[in-house]
């Protein structure tokens, strides 16, 4: 626990994490004050493409959680980035609407109609996905266009199991066209790294918590920071072998790791 006593800036995943569905785990809140009661930060950061930073403003707030913008980074921002610098003409952006709107309001050209002069196909976490949006994909990846996706998360918690995310419906895709994406989000460690930037805490007070190994215990070996692991959501200590991720430490829940670090303060 003394690496642990050291972290100021903690990485928060949110699905699986601190909530479910749109039910808040025991904890959460005891958490985030305990981080504020020690001078540190939080920044939420999420693989969830489907909604807007704004829609994820007003979801904690229902919550009891009162944040604004810069307490967040999602894999759309990080998106964005690499699609401001990559210079694309025209993309094509399989996603929700409030994932279009985003791209879309960054001064990015979108659209969501197939053309002939279309370089980039960009896919998020779509959660309004149709068929006609598949077979636009597969027609578009027939030609030799660059071909990004948010996030390569398999499965999204709810409340009632699982439902298929970003991943499940890049590898459909890929056994049609044989064409696979470049992934943005966790378990890439630019995320990571912007939130240190943005905070101005280094490594070795930075932590990023999850509930998946291969994306956000990922992000945070690949980013050289501590890990910690939370079994609340879809991953489990048996995933550790499976995926040979490692990760520092390990809660059952952010209740558990919040008692914890609140008796060693």
Not at 106 to 134: A, F, Q, R, V
Not at 196 to 213: I, P, W
């Amino acid at each position: 626990m003394d690496k642990l006593k050291q972290i100021k800036l903690y990485l928060l995943d949110m699905d699986g994490t601190i909530y479910l569905d749109n039910n808040l785990f025991d904890g959460t809140i005891d958490f985030l004050e305990y981080v504020k009661s020690i001078g540190g930060r939080y920044v939420f950061l999420t693989n969830n493409s489907s909604k807007s930073v704004d829609k994820y403003i007003e979801k904690l707030g229902t919550m009891g959680i009162y944040a604004d913008r810069k307490d967040f980074l999602t894999s759309t921002d990080a998106t964005v980035e690499y699609l401001k610098k990559s210079k694309y003409k025209k993309i094509y952006a399989l996603g929700t609407t409030s994932f279009k709107e985003q791209l879309n309001s960054s001064g990015l050209n979108i659209t969501d109609e197939l053309s002939e002069d279309i370089d980039c196909l960009c896919m998020g976490y779509d959660t309004e996905l149709t068929y006609k949006k598949l077979e636009d994909a597969c027609i578009l990846l027939n030609e030799d266009i660059a071909y990004i996706a948010t996030n390569p998360d398999w499965v999204c918690p709810t409340r009632y199991g699982y439902a298929p995310d970003c991943g499940s419906v890049s590898e459909m895709l890929a056994r049609a066209t044989g064409k696979r994406p470049k992934f943005i989000g966790k378990p890439e460690p630019a995320m990571a790294e912007l939130a240190m930037k943005m905070t101005g805490f280094d490594k070795s007070e930075t932590a990023v918590m999850g509930d998946r190994l291969y994306t956000d215990i990922a992000c945070g070996v690949n980013a050289g920071i501590s890990t910690i692991f939370v079994l609340s959501g879809e991953g489990t200590k048996e995933d550790i072998e499976e995926y040979k991720i490692h990760p520092d430490y390990i809660f059952s829940n952010i209740r558990e790791l919040c008692d914890k670090l609140i008796k060693e303060n």
